[in-house]
């Protein structure tokens, strides 16, 4: 699609030098013999891998060129579509296992940058990751784990790579649409589940990407310069929270630097913090191509991915070869010990998988399948349309313009709902899914089918931009509200050049709305984009708008049944909007395709914890969402005012009742937040530290919800100790459906408790 100059994405040149580099390593792998199993064979050999007991002694059985090897990958795409896999080795009866793109569905086969590359494999494209966490619904990325795990099976792989995890700091990173959120406790609730979903199925999860990787524009030598607070309290919480609640198998190392190394070989982050500090026991991968010295075994690294061979001043050779041998037997860099280490981590995971315990049968199978087996078809779409449901925010809706009442006439407008699929559904980069597009409901079916009489052309043309003022006039005569798709795409690789929307499409939205008002008839605005965007300038033109991010394959039919009011929207913001791009904390020093460090000045002060710390005033914040009925919140009660600090397994439980006083309907997600009153150290104004999302509540029903307090909850990170630590003092828990300060004020609840 083409957009105005000011949204053309700057080219990344580090990752396209990367993506050539790992094009070569593939062509090279099928080219030259390297020999690697995708089926755990009958090893000639007595010592064979069977249990976690047997690893040392098979570890001992390997030569030093079969050690090098096993902390390779095989190359980019492996011949059943992977983005990667381990090295097998036959005789000790290690199988490869593959691994899988994963954080919107699984993506595997159909890289044609590599000969005799595996088709494309088709799977269930569901929304984006901003757009699911705006679900708030434990439950549903239960869900999306537990069916991507079971379509990862249906093409033989073994671990699937996601969640993704890491914060949301500014609205022009590329990889917005790939993360959840901007606050790290929901993160962590919302991974956490995702990875039980996937496990649960007996397919690895992978936490990614560890850590700091928060922005596209060189990310791949960028510096990322965070404070050790920061890091503790924004950064790194949420992959705190998965290990110690979920157990992942895997872990990835993202492309950056923290505070001046590499994070493939920071041993502070990957060791002391992940390792020792959170108990991550699993097997540590890097990005694709972050790999960068042999150094990074004896710090942390088990595996490099993708491997296969490493072109180094004009010689071909794998990389094993040419820099992991020689770095034991030659430079000295590491020591066989630190590949055995390595080593012992990759096969704990391979015992663990699909592959090894023989569950896919001859692999050969999989080779050539392209469809899913039909019933894991229909429950993906299923998954996929209930996640587009309940995270599409409802931005505005004067004089409850929404819902349309079915047999409307309406005019589909706008350059996105006439370009491909009709919709922007997915985002680009690794987190493209392979989607079938006979499975892709389109914009104009989907409001169709909720029961709409749809025009899409006036005087024989679509409306999409440089519509003029008699166009619009002329469409708005005859029909009753005008529906106008604006779409962004999201990208890895490089981030955007600005949050504004084009000339072109701001001025479409201003002359249908301009034209439609005139004659009483209403407009309503859908964002199809993977991030938040610039609406106060044009916000005025618009009855409504819905933010439906990149909603997945059946997201069409979920913004009809949204349109029509049969689905009742219920998501909530997880991102802060901003009035202008220059309210963001970083945004005078977020990188512009430069390579010096980036310094996180902002500190912990990220997101909403800024504007309400600051006093900024946002477009729409942080829980934001509105609904077709009213919620009132009443009767909060704590289980004590007193929160003893000596006890470490204190725990104070707040609930909450929450009653549906509207005429249809609902789902509304409750927010707990706590204020501290010590001003021993500088604290945001309020922090999330809880959330619970109702059942579809009936008119005049009530459900009473829960949360707990921990000690944790009421801690901050001591810089001077090195730890959490819990000021006495009072703290303030409030409970309400936003972090708006003025709303929860009329409509929330709070109570106070003293900790000593």
Known sequence: MEYSKKHVRKGDTMRKRAYKILGLITIMSLVLPVKFSYAKMKASNVVTLTDEASIPTVISEMTLDEKCQMVCGIGLMTPYGGAGSTFGIDR???P?????DGPQGIRMGGLTITPNYAP????????NPLLNGSTWSTELMRQIGDVMAKEGRDYGADVILSPAMNIVRDPLGGRTFEYYSEDPYLIGKLSTEEVKGIQGEGVGACIKHFAGNN????????DEIISERALREIYLPQYETTVKNATPWTAMAAYNKVNGTRMTENSYLLNNVLRDQFGFNGMVMSDWGAYNRAEAFKNGLDLNEPGGFYNMAGIIMPAWLLQIKPAVTSWGAIKESDLDRAIKNILKLVIKTPTFKGEYGDKKQFLKKTKLTQNLQVEGDVVSRNLAEEGIVLLKNDNNTLPLKSG????????NAFSGSGIIYEGNGSATVNADSNDVTSLVDGIKNAGFNVTTKVNGNNIEEGVS????????TNLDAVIISIGLPGHEGSDYSSMNLSDEQENLI???GQAYHAVNKKVIVLLNTGAPVETASWSQYADSILWVGLPGNKGAEAIGNIINGSVNPSGKLTVTWPVKYSDVPDSSYFPKDTKTPVNYKEGIYVGYRYYDSKNVIPQYRFGYGLSYTNFKYSNIKLSSDKFDLKDDNSVINVTADITNTGSVKGKEVAQLYLKASSNVVDRPDKELKGFAKTKLLNPGETETVQFSIDKRSLSYFNETTSSWTAEPGQFTAIVGGTSDDNILQTSGLQDTFNAN
Do not use: H, M, W
């Open 408 to 415: 409307n006439k309406v005019l589909v407008a706008g350059k």
């Open 510 to 512: 201003k002359t249908l």
């Open 120 to 127: 494309k494999k088709y799977a269930t494209c569901f929304p």
């Open 92 to 94: 000790l009866g290690i």
């Open 469 to 476: 003022n008699e166009v619009a006039i002329a469409s708005a």
């Open 215 to 222: 922005q596209e524009n060189n990310r791949i030598d960028g």
């Open 96 to 100: 490869a296992v593959e691994l899988t």
